[in-house]
């Protein structure tokens, strides 16, 4: 066997071993599927060319089964960047619109050296078929790049690391080929040359798609854990925000502030405004403040044996400088003014 048909036989065999891999994959996810059948596609079409010398006519067969190379490379690529409906029935139809072109191409071939069938319009069809297969191949790719390009200019930090390492990869993958191609002698590219060329640009595609996914869902389990960690310590400090301003009754201090809590907790004030916004659903640090200031004033304001504390003394005892703000104050959280409060209360 000669290096060729070796590094064929390595093709395929890397082609199937990862259509396995993401296709058994335990949390599949659309995209490893997509990926596991442009995988199996690139494998069959490898293996059609690799028994073409010792099993024509049946390696058309086998070509068959490579229907979905740069159409399953291009439902990947959807199912990468988009969230939302990755894959449509519009997409498939177009995708089955390429396959059954490749398909067709194959049996005609197939039957043209099977049984020698010599009829004028089997050349003239095959001929439309591949300039059909050339023109709706070059589009997908097309439309692959475009995927990972629409997204880099509103892409996050992490994101537009992923698109750049996947447009780098794949225009290597693609344009180098090409390049090589053009540098060919018309000999060579028409020997072993053009195999040799096919054989690379799948190793380059497939290795570093994989190391692409592999990357991208490490990054997405960091995150994961950053953001499970980030809750975890949330929901500790707004338990020691909590024990701050209620068990040590912090919040009676009227010139007590966002930076008095965050210096005795050691932490930044924005962490503290924070929690007040998603732990405590309060406007603010003042606001929350506040609304403990006034729940008790209202214990004090309906006690029987303190009926008669003036309100200026109520709003100090509570935590006001003074009976201008705890009217406000009480105003907004009760609806009414403090002697209004009183009154109701010693009604009842």
């Given at each position: 066997m000669d290096l060729l048909k070796i590094a064929q036989l390595f093709t395929v065999l890397?082609?199937?071993?990862?259509?396995?891999?993401?296709?058994?994959?335990?949390e599949k996810h659309v995209l490893h599927l997509a990926f596991a059948i442009f995988c199996a596609s690139s494998s069959m079409h490898i293996?059609?060319?690799?028994?073409?010398?010792?099993?024509?006519?049946?390696?058309?067969?086998?070509g068959t089964l490579?229907?979905?190379?740069?159409?399953?490379?291009?439902?990947?690529?959807?199912?990468?960047?988009?969230?939302?409906?990755?894959i449509n029935r519009h997409h498939l139809l177009f995708v089955g619109l390429l396959g059954a072109c490749l398909i067709l191409r194959h049996l005609l071939?197939?039957?043209?050296?099977?049984?020698?069938?010599?009829?004028?319009?089997?050349?003239?069809?095959?001929?439309?078929l591949s300039e059909a297969i050339a023109i709706l191949s070059s589009g997908m790719l097309i439309l692959a790049f475009w995927e990972g390009y629409r997204v880099l200019q509103s892409a996050t930090?992490?994101?537009?690391?992923?698109?750049?390492?996947?447009?780098?990869?794949?225009?290597?993958?693609v344009v180098s080929v090409m390049l090589i191609a053009a540098a060919l002698t018309p000999d060579l590219l028409a020997g072993t040359g053009r195999d040799w060329l096919?054989?690379?640009?799948?190793?380059?595609?497939?290795?570093?798609t994989h190391g692409l996914i592999r990357y991208r869902q490490q990054q997405l389990n960091q995150k994961e854990k950053s953001t499970g960690s980030t809750i975890h310590e949330e929901s500790i400090l707004a338990h020691q925000i909590h024990a701050l301003l209620v068990e040590e009754k912090c919040f009676l201090e009227s010139s007590l502030r966002v930076a008095d809590i965050a210096r005795e907790l050691d932490v930044p004030e924005y962490r503290i405004r924070a929690i007040m916004l998603n732990h405590f659903n309060a406007k603010n640090f003042n606001h929350y403040v506040n609304q403990m200031r006034i729940e008790y004033a209202k214990t004090i304001l309906s006690a029987p044996d303190k009926h008669d504390w003036p309100v200026l003394?109520?709003?100090?005892?509570?935590?006001?400088?003074?009976?201008a703000p705890f009217t406000r104050a009480f105003k907004e959280f009760a609806g009414c003014t403090p002697g209004q409060y009183r009154k109701q209360q010693l009604a009842t």
């Amino acid at each position: 066997m000669d290096l060729l048909k070796i590094a064929q036989l390595f093709t395929v065999l890397l082609s199937l071993s990862l259509a396995i891999i993401h296709y058994r994959l335990r949390e599949k996810h659309v995209l490893h599927l997509a990926f596991a059948i442009f995988c199996a596609s690139s494998s069959m079409h490898i293996a059609g060319k690799l028994t073409g010398d010792y099993w024509a006519p049946y390696h058309h067969l086998i070509g068959t089964l490579g229907f979905a190379t740069c159409s399953g490379y291009w439902l990947f690529s959807r199912a990468f960047f988009r969230k939302a409906n990755p894959i449509n029935r519009h997409h498939l139809l177009f995708v089955g619109l390429l396959g059954a072109c490749l398909i067709l191409r194959h049996l005609l071939r197939f039957s043209e050296k099977m049984w020698l069938v010599d009829t004028d319009w089997i050349p003239t069809l095959a001929t439309v078929l591949s300039e059909a297969i050339a023109i709706l191949s070059s589009g997908m790719l097309i439309l692959a790049f475009w995927e990972g390009y629409r997204v880099l200019q509103s892409a996050t930090a992490t994101q537009r690391k992923i698109t750049t390492i996947y447009l780098s990869s794949f225009m290597i993958s693609v344009v180098s080929v090409m390049l090589i191609a053009a540098a060919l002698t018309p000999d060579l590219l028409a020997g072993t040359g053009r195999d040799w060329l096919v054989v690379f640009a799948y190793i380059l595609i497939l290795t570093s798609t994989h190391g692409l996914i592999r990357y991208r869902q490490q990054q997405l389990n960091q995150k994961e854990k950053s953001t499970g960690s980030t809750i975890h310590e949330e929901s500790i400090l707004a338990h020691q925000i909590h024990a701050l301003l209620v068990e040590e009754k912090c919040f009676l201090e009227s010139s007590l502030r966002v930076a008095d809590i965050a210096r005795e907790l050691d932490v930044p004030e924005y962490r503290i405004r924070a929690i007040m916004l998603n732990h405590f659903n309060a406007k603010n640090f003042n606001h929350y403040v506040n609304q403990m200031r006034i729940e008790y004033a209202k214990t004090i304001l309906s006690a029987p044996d303190k009926h008669d504390w003036p309100v200026l003394v109520v709003g100090i005892e509570s935590g006001f400088a003074s009976a201008a703000p705890f009217t406000r104050a009480f105003k907004e959280f009760a609806g009414c003014t403090p002697g209004q409060y009183r009154k109701q209360q010693l009604a009842t």
